[in-house]
């Protein structure tokens, strides 16, 4: 068997493995939150643009209030621009909130007030990203598109020990890639929340909970003693250069 053959093997047993850990980790009532577990697109929708640059800690509170005083999207595209900027007060980012009342209404006046059910219609709305596309795609229409946001990044940069920043242009490509492989396209909504939960729970920024992960023993960053380099941020790697050449100057001086 050629060295090449061999890493390939070896590539695909490690995505297996980790597939079918993270499967098997994943228990839904370990993180209740309320916009999980339902087919909703609107309160789907609703909770992604209010965790866009917001802690689920402090926008549940938001999303609470929100689906209260609008139940469907035909009752937020109703509602008056300063009595939404009011309800979002406190969230910051009101750029958000704008784009939320401009695409309400585009799905009422538009679309006749169904939310688009395809990845393209989703990610033609105001706002939405494809990140925020696949998640509504996936927990809504159980759609097979890999979500790839910062817990995404981070537990895959470290189990498969990947040294790409991912804020480049190569990185962006070679983490969706590797996500879109890793998917499991007969329950896509199901893995995307068990990657999203594991990175917020084990695989964490700092102190991540490697005891307790059950991926460990064939994680590349844990192996080699680099979970605190990875992921890389190539901005950061920058600053860190820029830091310690300033740094090293004042030396010499």
């Avoid at 789907?44 to 139940?71: D, K, N």
């Avoid at 969230?91 to 395809?118: C, D, I, K």
Wanted: proline share 6%; charged share 20%; glycine share 6%.
């Amino acid at each position: 068997m050629s060295q090449a053959v061999s890493r390939y093997n070896k590539s695909m047993d490690q995505q297996h493995f980790f597939q079918r850990g993270l499967i098997a980790w994943y228990q839904p009532e370990n993180r209740p939150l309320p916009w999980k577990g339902i087919n909703n697109p609107y309160h789907i929708w609703l909770s992604e643009i209010i965790l866009q640059q917001t802690r689920v800690e402090q926008g549940m509170s938001y999303y609470l209030r929100f689906v209260e005083a609008y139940p469907s999207i035909r009752d937020l595209a109703a509602a008056p621009d300063d009595e939404v900027m009011k309800l979002w007060e406190g969230l910051g980012y009101y750029s958000r909130a704008r784009n939320l009342l401009a695409a309400a209404r585009y799905v009422t006046t538009e679309l006749g007030g169904v939310f688009p059910h395809t990845y393209t219609g989703i990610l033609a709305l105001k706002g939405v990203g494809a990140y925020t596309a696949a998640a509504i795609a996936s927990f809504a229409f159980n759609l097979p598109h890999a979500v790839v946001d910062g817990n995404v990044f981070r537990v895959l940069a470290r189990f498969f020990g990947i040294s790409t920043p991912q804020d480049s242009t190569a990185g962006k490509k070679e983490f969706t890639q590797l996500a879109e492989s890793l998917l499991q396209r007969d329950q896509p909504a199901l893995y995307n929340q068990a990657i999203m939960d594991f990175g917020a729970t084990v695989c964490l920024p700092r102190n991540p909970k490697c005891g307790q992960c059950p991926l460990h023993t064939e994680c590349v960053a844990l192996r080699d003693k680099r979970i605190a380099e990875l992921p890389v941020k190539s901005k950061k790697a920058d600053q860190d250069r820029a830091f310690f050449s300033l740094f090293d100057l004042q030396l010499r001086r």
